[in-house]
């Protein structure tokens, strides 16, 4: 094996958009000739795993699902055995720059064991209303890069973008976060713009 690969986490609420970044990531890295695999966690299925195998972004060989029972935060931080298996296994075999471990959608408070990942992003949804980050969950606290996606649906629920970018100004005024839709392709790019400049691919 060449080097370490980074390890990235991706955590967030159920439906904020973490397995709809790996598929916007996967071909931005692809076309920079880096070798990604990929860990999905969910509870009982292997569900997202399915999803990215059959999406044609990814050698499906390079996708491992792992189910974690009743909780996903446990599998990510107090016990990553079987995620850290997972890495080990398919680092042994495809030697890759970038190994992204999605956990299983979870509350606020999920967060990522060093012993597991590098640099972990948590998304949240802007559909979830405005008052997110007011609440101080950790994922939002101590995440390497917060996502508030899904900017495009806020008008539709009554989401105010100037309540969300106050309270994260609030509670991250040095650490990295950004408003980002996965529909538009230049907020994709701005995410992996500040993956790269953050990381050592
Ligand atoms: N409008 C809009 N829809 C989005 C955006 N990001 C994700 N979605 C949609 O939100 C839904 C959930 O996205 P997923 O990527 O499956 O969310 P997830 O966090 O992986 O969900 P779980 O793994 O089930 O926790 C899908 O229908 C996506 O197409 C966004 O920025 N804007
Ligand atoms: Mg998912």
Known sequence: MSNRPIRIGIG????AGKTSLIERLLPLMAA???????????????EDAARLRDSGLID?????????????HTAIREDPSANLGAVERLSRLYDPDVVFVESGGDNLAA??????VDYWIFLIDCAAGHDIPRKRGLGV????LVLVNKVDLAPFVSASIEVITQG???I???????????LDKEDVQEIYDQLRQQLPF
């Open 12 to 15: 967030g609420p159920v439906g």
């Open 32 to 46: 920079d000739d880096l070798r990604v695999v990929v860990i999905t966690n969910d509870l009982v299925t292997k």
């Open 60 to 72: 499906p060989d390079r996708v491992v699902g792992v189910e974690t029972g009743a909780c996903p």
């Open 111 to 116: 967060t990522f064991s060093p012993d597991l």
């Open 141 to 144: 606290l101590k995440a390497d």
């Open 168 to 170: 994260m100004e609030e």
């Open 172 to 182: 991250r005024p040095n650490k990295a976060w950004l408003l980002s839709s996965l």
